[in-house]
Structures are given as structure tokens and as C-alpha cells.
């Protein structure tokens, strides 16, 4: 097992040759010892690839609370959202649940999009 002595960051002395080599790639330089074979190594962390990642906006936190519709005549599916902890909202005439669980049972179809 080799046990890192020393991590240097770029610009630090000791790491000036390997930022003139890798430039802005160069993330550290660490110098590792292992014991077993009484060996120094120096190793390097490069950055191999840059990718710009763009943020999901169509994606629902699974605790975001949302409001789904359930007609008062489906008494079975009223009892279920109830059991899993759904709160009815009067105002709206609505059920409110956690996304998650709201995919969970597979009524994502039901939710309720507010139109601000």
C-alpha cells in the first residue's frame, strides 16, 4: 500500500516543472513511498476532460410537495394516498404528497401544475 508523503499544488515548489509540463491541466502533484519495496514515486492529477453541464430543469426533487387530483368517488385510491401520508388541502381540493411518492404509485398523470 503507498502512502502519499507529500501533495503539492500547482505553483507550489516542487510542483514548477510538472505546471510548465501539464499547465492548466494540472490539478496536484503527490509524492507517494511504498514501503514494501522502499520505491518513491511522484504521480500526477490531470484533467483528461472539460464538460459544461447544463442544470436539469425539468427535474422534481422527490421531497417537493405537489398536489394531485383524486375524485371523490374513488374511495380505494382516497384511502391509499391517505395511508401514505397525503394531506388534503380544501382549498384547492386537492391531495398533497412528496413527488416520490407520488411516482411511486404511479400518478404522476394526477399532479396538479399551478400556472403562476
Known sequence: MMKAQRTLL???PGA???TDKY?????CVRYR??????????TVELIEEEIR?????????VNKILEIRVHVTEYRLRQTVKAAGGRWNPAKQAWRLPYGMIKNMGLEHRIIIDKQ
Open 23 to 27: 499547465g492548466d491541466r494540472l490539478i
Open 53 to 61: 453541464r447544463e442544470k436539469h430543469s425539468g427535474r422534481i426533487p
Open 10 to 12: 500547482p505553483g507550489d
Open 33 to 42: 513511498f511504498d514501503p514494501s519495496t522502499s520505491r518513491k514515486f511522484k
Open 16 to 18: 514548477k516543472n510538472m
